[in-house]
DNA sequence: GACTTAATTTAGAAGTAGCTTAAATAACAA
DNA sequence: TTGTTATTTAAGCTACTTCTAAATTAAGTC
């Protein structure tokens, strides 16, 4: 439950819900943090058994456990929405302030 | 999200989902923690709009708002078990340990 | 007004989460 | 072996959360 808590976590877990993908490839989606800080959160989310690990390779594949989330898969789409929309206010709000200047 | 996140809201939560309490009773039922730091955890659950006061006299009732809680009902109701499950496990394992004593 | 009861706010301490940088591991290639 | 790429671990820092104790507000009673 805390592991969903943190909006990360949540962005990551987003990332791997439809595809498989590995750290490199989520280290470099989100960017805005370090590898290891996405790593860790990787770690917090297997864990709590939210995504399944597999390796092959030097490469360490991600998927998100639907069948583990369950009933929490609601709460996701819900948030992840909810975000969204946060994301188009702050542009909208952003392009107001530009048409002041 | 993050408002149900703290085991110490979820009990909060619990108390306030049937009906309707005063912040004295609940401070009374939790025990294990002092009066201020329920209040304060009433607050976080008001702000995030999980919960509804009601003040009358020098009373403030609290309430889950089980309309906003909407499918985050079904992820409580799996935790509050789960957790009632653990008091059990952990209640079994206390038997068991007297019982070899 | 002074007092009591109900509850909150404030201030501050302790613990924890999430991040960063630097170092380490692990698999593979030359 | 040495080097390269993919990823994690370790150590340390900062910010946030949750708690306590003390002070404060707010409503009602004498």
Redesign the interface.
């Known amino acids: ?2 592991a ?2 943190s909006p990360r976590r949540r962005q990551i877990l987003r990332l791997v819900w439809g595809a498989e993908r590995s750290a490199g490839e989520i280290a470099s989606t989100v960017r805005d943090v370090s590898w290891p800080a996405v790593s860790q959160n990787l770690r917090v989310l297997k864990n709590s058994g939210l995504i399944t690990e597999r390796r092959q390779g030097t490469h360490r594949y991600y998927k998100a456990d639907r069948q583990a989330l ?3 898969e ?2 996701l789409r ?2 992840w929405a909810r975000d969204l929309g946060r994301l188009r206010q702050l542009a909208e709000e952003e392009a107001g302030k530009k048409r002041h200047d």
């Open positions: 439950m805390e969903i808590a369950g009933p929490l609601v709460v819900q948030m």
